[in-house]
């Protein structure tokens, strides 16, 4: 059975931080690629950040520099640290985690947490 557990949500300040974490069961992660995607209240859901099975990044332009994801394969976890919070962070957060076939931009397996919620005060 595959889970992705999410946890690190809250209220926070507009220019405080938060850290998320995600939990990955059944034997996924070594090769999945793991990413955080954000829906806010009447919007769709966006990719925040990526990280590929190699440690390889990718960020939406509005959060580059300000977040950061990485992955402990060891501990089956991925985490994004949120700095200088806005706003407009205010969102639902999910943890993603895709399965690519190799030399494609298709997948074949895509599990996704129940999601935790972040708000930010201005």
């Known amino acids: 059975q595959v889970q992705l557990v999410e946890s690190g949500g809250g209220l926070v300040q507009a220019g405080g931080s938060l850290r998320l974490s995600c939990a990955a069961s059944g034997n996924i992660f070594s090769d999945n690629h793991m990413g955080w995607y954000r829906q806010a209240p009447g919007k769709q859901r966006e990719l925040a950040a990526v990280?590929?099975?190699?440690?390889?990044?990718n960020y939406a332009d509005s959060v580059k520099g300000r977040f950061t994801i990485s992955r402990d394969n060891t501990r089956n976890m991925v985490y994004l640290q949120m700095n200088s919070l806005q706003p407009d962070d205010t969102a639902v957060y999910y943890c993603?985690?895709?399965?690519?076939?190799?030399?494609?931009?298709?997948?074949?397996?895509?599990?996704w947490g129940k999601g935790t919620l972040v708000t930010v005060s201005s």
């Open positions: 990280i590929s099975t190699g440690g390889s990044t």
């Open positions: 993603n985690a895709r399965r690519y076939i190799m030399g494609t931009m298709s997948y074949d397996t895509d599990y």
